[in-house]
């Protein structure tokens, strides 16, 4: 297998996870988590699993003051994402709100061309095209809940998913998969506590229940996504996982239509096929560099 597919699988499987972040979500509200509870929680308990895992695996930590502040920053900037996000959620109905979130894999191209200096091939191009126009057929808007505010907060939640991802591929060349997603996770969680203390007071889930759905989504909604989005991030380039992150939206909704009764429309069907085209013309699009991830970790 080659390792620009072998990264394609990784970032799938990373959305894959990613997607259930919606499904937890859902779960939380009807079981009344404060959102200064459930997010400082979560990732307390991803960041204990993967350092028990990296201690017990004798894995490798970043190395330097240097690894260590760029790592520690991006965690910070992943956890100006998840707040933006969640906080839009007051003022925009939630596929309104993520339609506006998946802005982002287009500022990751744009800012890949020019930052990066990653060609802009026309199979990316149509890549990101279908893909798009999949999550916005996919997710639906209702225009009438537009509301300035919430359109920004989203918007920053998108600026700063791009800049995540694109931070995680300028690092990847130079800190290995696992300590750039220790540092990371490091600098979310800590960042993560000092806004559950603003935001009314750090608190644990109360009843068996509460603890269930934080566990849930810090496992499966966390560690293991984060494992395999690095690995895939690695070996390919920040465009393409802008594209292939799109395929997020769609597992959130089959979920949703599985686990929660949602029902299965044309309009679901025609979308999932506009998103996993763009997939297939990722994979079909090789890059000419070799791929930077093809390292021992």
Request: proline share 4%.
């Amino acid at each position: 297998m080659r390792e620009s597919t072998r990264g394609i699988v990784y970032v799938l499987g990373a959305t894959a996870g990613f997607g259930t972040i919606g499904i937890f979500g859902e779960l939380a509200l009807r079981a009344e988590i404060a959102l200064s509870t459930l997010l400082p929680v979560r990732f307390v308990v991803a960041l204990g699993i993967l350092a028990g895992i990296a201690v017990l695996r004798g894995w490798a930590w970043p190395a330097s003051s240097l690894e260590w502040g760029a790592t520690l920053a991006l965690g910070v900037v992943y956890t100006g994402m998840t707040v933006l996000y969640f906080s839009s959620l007051v003022y925009l109905t939630a596929g309104l709100a993520t339609i506006v979130l998946y802005t982002y894999p287009t500022m990751v191209v744009v800012l890949a061309v020019w930052l990066l200096e990653e060609a802009l091939t026309r199979l990316r191009v149509l890549a990101l095209v279908l893909a798009t126009a999949g999550v916005a057929i996919v997710v639906g808007a209702d225009l009438a809940a537009v509301a300035p505010v919430g359109i920004g907060l989203a918007l920053g939640a998108a600026i700063c998913y791009a800049v995540y991802t694109l931070g995680s591929r300028r690092l990847s060349p130079v800190i290995r998969p696992r300590p750039l997603m220790i540092g990371v996770l490091l600098g979310t969680t800590l960042s993560m506590a000092g806004y559950g203390a603003l935001d009314g007071g750090l608190a644990l889930p109360v009843g068996s229940a509460q603890w269930e759905i934080v566990l849930g989504l810090a496992l499966l909604s966390t560690v293991v996504p984060h494992l395999l989005f690095y690995e895939g991030v690695a070996r390919l380039q920040a465009s393409q996982v802008g594209v292939l992150s799109t395929t997020e939206v769609l597992v959130t909704v089959l979920l949703g239509v599985v686990l929660l009764g949602e029902p299965v429309t044309t309009v679901l069907v025609g979308g999932g096929l506009l998103v996993v085209a763009g997939v297939l013309l990722v994979n079909a699009d090789r890059p000419t560099e070799a791929a930077p991830g093809a390292r021992d970790h």
